[in-house]
């Protein structure tokens, strides 16, 4: 009953942070992955949470290289 409460509550989780696109919560949620799950419409909404999650992060990375370029080329032009 408790790893139950636990797989629901890390999979409400998971949305709050994909919705709010918040990193650091996904960092944390990643962390404490259940290792199973009850059944497979979890397994399936947990798959489709991860992979928003996924184009989240590859989004917010592709975001700070560019950033990172624009500051390297303000430090060349100072």
Do not use: C, G, H
Not at 21 to 33: A, C, G, Q, R
Not at 38 to 47: R, Y
Request: charged share 30%; glycine share 0%; net charge positive.
């Amino acid at each position: 009953m408790k790893q139950q409460i636990f797989k629901n509550r890390w999979l409400n989780d998971l949305k709050l942070a994909v919705l709010n696109e918040d990193l650091n919560s996904l960092i944390k949620l990643n962390s404490s992955l259940p290792k199973e799950f009850k059944s497979s419409e979890e397994l399936q909404e947990a798959l489709a949470l991860t992979k928003e999650a996924l184009e989240f992060v590859s989004k917010a990375k592709n975001e700070l290289s560019k950033e990172m370029s624009k500051l390297k080329k303000i430090s060349n032009y100072l």
